[in-house]
């Protein structure tokens, strides 16, 4: 029996033990410390939480856009969510957002937009001046549109105005190339912006609207999410999908040709909230939209 190194091997075998009578404190220790721990994200059984939820929930006065049937559907916006609008070119996502801010200011509620596809006050002049606006707030200049300077412009919003609302028009100028460069996928990338935008939310309190384009543009023909550009992780991490269309009629001079009328069906596709969804008719009229019924439809 060789009993040269025996001495080295019990001292190493002494280590260990102790090592892991170390650890095994450790850990004994971590479960006394946790055992009484109550920090904001403590593990608490089904019914305390759903209680907790609610009285929460009972706090938060959802923002309504004065749309009855999309208010009836979503049950009004709440802060946190980020909310996808799309539509074909032309088809007015932006005059929507548009009409939405002149309810939300009416109702005291600040407003911060980028709009990243005219100029200043080219978008300016689409609103209705000759009600109080200012409540909506906007960059002096867009000097950037990466997701850094972004967020650093909404939080001086919230910081300076209170901002509740944050408009984004639109998503793909927020793809950088460096973010292109990491990623090597636009698909990826937009997912990544998607989910800052979510957190960010989440952080500053508001409700995030953001334009994104579809892949498709077909006249008269109703989108769906598979038609939205470039990644499913647009529909994935928003919490609402709103899908706008104009309507169409024969041209009675043409009956090849399709003409767009001023009327335009809005689908909720998607909602997290409650789940419903269905659809309700518009019609577009200075710069704004309005409601032609009030009655909602599966889409």
């Given amino acids: 029996m060789d009993l040269s190194n025996l001495g080295e091997k019990i ?22 410390i946790l055992e009484r721990y109550a920090g904001p994200d403590k593990i608490l ?14 706090l938060i006065n959802p923002i309504k856009s004065k749309l009855d049937s999309l208010d009836s559907l979503l049950g009004g916006f709440r802060p946190q969510q980020l909310i996808v609008l799309s539509a074909p070119t032309g088809a007015g996502k932006t005059s929507l957002l548009q009409t939405m801010t002149h309810t939300f ?9 980028f709009s990243f ?22 960059p002096k200049e867009n000097t950037d549109s990466n997701m850094d300077w972004l967020i650093t412009r909404i939080l001086e919003g919230v910081a300076k105005f209170n901002t509740k609302i944050v408009f984004i028009d639109h998503l793909h100028f927020l793809v950088s190339m460096e973010m292109l460069a990491e990623t090597r996928s636009t698909s990826l990338a937009i997912g990544m912006i998607m989910r800052e935008l979510k957190k960010l939310a989440i952080k500053t309190g508001t409700t995030i609207f953001l334009v994104a ?3 498709k543009t077909d006249d008269g023909a109703p989108p769906t999410l598979k038609d939205l550009r470039d990644s499913s992780f647009i529909a994935q991490e928003a919490d609402t999908v709103l899908l706008l269309h104009r309507i169409y009629e ?19 596709v998607k909602n997290r909230y409650s789940g419903k969804t269905g659809s309700l008719k518009l019609q577009y009229e ?8 009030n009655y909602t439809n599966g889409y």
Wanted: glycine fraction near 4%.
């Fill in 11 to 32: 001292t190493k075998k002494q280590k260990e033990l102790e090592q892991e009578l170390a650890g095994e404190r450790e850990y004994l220790k971590k479960l006394e």
């Fill in 45 to 58: 059984d089904f019914p305390t939480l759903k209680a907790e939820y609610e009285a929460k929930a009972k």
């Fill in 105 to 113: 200011v009416r109702d005291e509620i600040p407003c911060l937009w």
């Fill in 117 to 138: 596809e005219v100029g200043g006050l080219e978008f300016l002049n689409k609103f209705d001046f000759s009600q109080d606006m200012f409540r909506a707030y906007a």
């Fill in 213 to 215: 384009h579809l892949a």
């Fill in 250 to 268: 024969t041209d009675i001079n043409d009956p090849r040709r399709k003409i767009m009328t001023s009327n335009a069906i809005l689908a909720v």
């Fill in 286 to 293: 200075n710069n704004l939209y309005k409601e032609l019924n």
